[in-house]
C-alpha cells in the first residue's frame, strides 16, 4: 500500500521568511496530492493540491511542486505570516484513498 | 453554514461501554469517510462510502461498525472500548470517487477512562 513520509516533523521560521516541507510517497500509482493545514481544536482544512500531469501550482504565498520520476513533493510558503502557524499534512491519493504524511508542526514567529 | 458536523465534540466514556458518533454534511456529497488521529496528530483513514455504499475498509476492528442511512449521513458505533480506542476521529466528505478535495469536520474527542 501506499506510504507517505513528511520532513521535517517541526519547523520554526521568523516572520516573513520562507517555510518549505517536503514529502516522499511510495505508490507510483497515486495520482492526487493534496496539503491540508489543521489548526487546534479544527479539522484539516485543503490550502493547495495537485494532480500528477502537473508540475507545479501557485496560490498567492501558497505554491506546491510535484516530481513524479522521483515520487517527491513539496509545499512552500512566502512571506510567512503569525497565523500561517498549524500542523501541515501532505497526503498522496489513488481513487480517494488518501494517506497522510505525519505532518509538520509550523511556528512561525512575530 | 456549517459543511460537514460532526455530534459530540467531546466524549468521555467508561472502557466496555458502547458509544456512537454521528456525521452529517450538507454539501451534497457522495463520498463519505471517517478517520483516526492518534495521541502524535497521525491521521488514518478507517472506513470509506459511497452513496451508502462501503468502498473503503481498512484493517479496524469489527468493533467499529459504520452505517450510512442515506448519502448525507455517516454514523460510526464502537462497541466494547477499548483504551486504544482514545484518540480524534474525523469525519470527511466528497464529491464523488475520482481524486477530489476532501472536506473534514471538527473532529470528536474521544477519551476512554
Known amino acids: 500500500g501506499e506510504n507517505v513520509e513528511q520532513h521535517p516533523s517541526t519547523l520554526s521560521v521568523q516572520e516573513g521568511d520562507s517555510a518549505v516541507i517536503k514529502c516522499t510517497y511510495s505508490d507510483s500509482a497515486s495520482n492526487y496530492f493534496p496539503w491540508y493545514k489543521q489548526e487546534l481544536g479544527k479539522g484539516p482544512q485543503l490550502i493547495i493540491d495537485i494532480r500528477s500531469n502537473v508540475g507545479e501550482k501557485k496560490d498567492q504565498r501558497i505554491a506546491v511542486t510535484l516530481n513524479k520520476t522521483a515520487k517527491h513533493f513539496s509545499l512552500h510558503i512566502t512571506e510567512t505570516q503569525p497565523e500561517d502557524s498549524a500542523v501541515y499534512f501532505c497526503a498522496a491519493s489513488l481513487n480517494n484513498d488518501m494517506r497522510f504524511g505525519a505532518g509538520t508542526r509550523l511556528t512561525v514567529k512575530p | 453554514d456549517t459543511a460537514v458536523s460532526q455530534t459530540p465534540k467531546y466524549l468521555v466514556t467508561q472502557m466496555g461501554n458502547d458509544k456512537s458518533i454521528k456525521c452529517e454534511q450538507n454539501l451534497g456529497h457522495d463520498t463519505m469517510y471517517w478517520y483516526k488521529q492518534d495521541s502524535k496528530k497521525f491521521l488514518k483513514i478507517m472506513f470509506s462510502y459511497n452513496n451508502k455504499e462501503l468502498i473503503i475498509n481498512e484493517t479496524v476492528p469489527n468493533r467499529f461498525s459504520p452505517k450510512s442511512p442515506d448519502k448525507a449521513h455517516l454514523n460510526l458505533h464502537i462497541n466494547s472500548l477499548e483504551l486504544g480506542d482514545s484518540a480524534v476521529y474525523f469525519c470527511?466528505?466528497?464529491?464523488?470517487?475520482?481524486?477530489?478535495?476532501?472536506?473534514f469536520g471538527d473532529g470528536t474527542r474521544l477519551s476512554i477512562l
Open positions: 470527511a466528505s466528497s464529491p464523488g470517487t475520482a481524486n477530489q478535495p476532501q472536506h
